[in-house]
């Protein structure tokens, strides 16, 4: 392992896998903490920059952590340690571990968090869903056979770490599935662009209950059958497809641990049927 490496390096390397200038406008990404050339020996990968994971960064030695969620999404005044914020930035500098968000510029990626997504549901024949401010957002696939709606979600469910809300589904479980559209996180403002794509059901997370009913009178019962997968589970799937690139591209000399906490912020459901 080279002690030659710097954040600088490092950084140029995840931001060729995946540009800033891909982002959305609205969206919050790159460097948050970190001096440019302290060295980078070990790297850590995670969904969501909790306390919790930054603590597991600091006891594991970590020098980068990368995750795919802001920790400083929205406008902060004070990074006082009295709020979540101010001690998850204090825990960062205090432990000298630079933090760098890679999130929308990651969801468009050619293999990205969406790309993930589509191939742990088996799909095949993947394109974009739409294109959003000049990026490719979402994928639409077919599987290599039509199934049952329960039968793939099934299936999908053995790809995906388990949550504990399981995963929805909305949609007859006889009816049938081949055309499939993705989008790994937040997935109800695409309605449209699924409606359009002609696909038997569509695999997000977090559907609220209005845009969901809407979606279902759309399709007066028919496809496209919606699957809510959770936030968590969804964008998950990606982590193992960065890693991988990151350590192809300084073949093993950033060692990247194993270990990861989940962020789901469920724990437990009650009265599910």
Request: with cysteine; glycine share 10%.
């Amino acid at each position: 392992m080279s002690d030659d490496l710097t954040l600088r390096d490092v950084l140029a390397v995840i931001e060729r896998l995946y540009p800033p200038d891909t982002a959305q406008s609205w969206d919050q990404v790159g460097l948050v903490t970190g001096d440019l050339d302290q060295p980078v020996r070990r790297l850590h990968l995670a969904l969501d920059p909790t306390l919790a994971v930054i603590g597991e960064a600091r006891s594991l030695g970590v020098d980068l952590l990368l995750t795919h969620h802001p920790l400083l999404f929205r406008g902060v005044h004070s990074v006082a340690t009295t709020t979540a914020k101010g001690a998850s930035v204090t825990e960062l500098i205090v432990g000298d571990i630079a933090l760098y968000v890679a999130h929308t510029n990651a969801d468009s990626a050619a293999d990205g968090v969406s790309q993930a997504l589509a191939q742990a549901c088996g799909l095949t024949q993947i394109s974009s869903l739409t294109i959003e401010e000049g990026q490719n957002m979402g994928r639409v696939g077919v599987l290599e056979s039509s199934l049952s709606l329960r039968s793939f979600v099934e299936g999908l469910a053995r790809a995906l770490p388990v949550g504990a809300g399981g995963i929805r589904v909305s949609g007859p479980p006889e009816a049938p599935v081949r055309r499939v559209a993705v989008l790994g996180g937040s997935g109800d403002g695409l309605f449209e662009s699924v409606r359009a794509a002609g696909v038997d059901a569509y695999v997000t997370s977090d559907l609220r209950h209005h845009p969901a009913i809407e979606a279902r009178e759309e399709s007066r019962g028919g496809p496209p059958y919606l699957v809510d997968a959770g936030h968590f589970a969804s964008e998950w799937v990606w982590l193992p497809t960065a890693k991988g690139a990151v350590v192809a591209a300084f073949d093993g000399r950033v060692e990247i641990p194993v270990r990861s906490i989940s962020t789901d912020p469920w724990t437990f459901t009650v009265g599910a049927r």
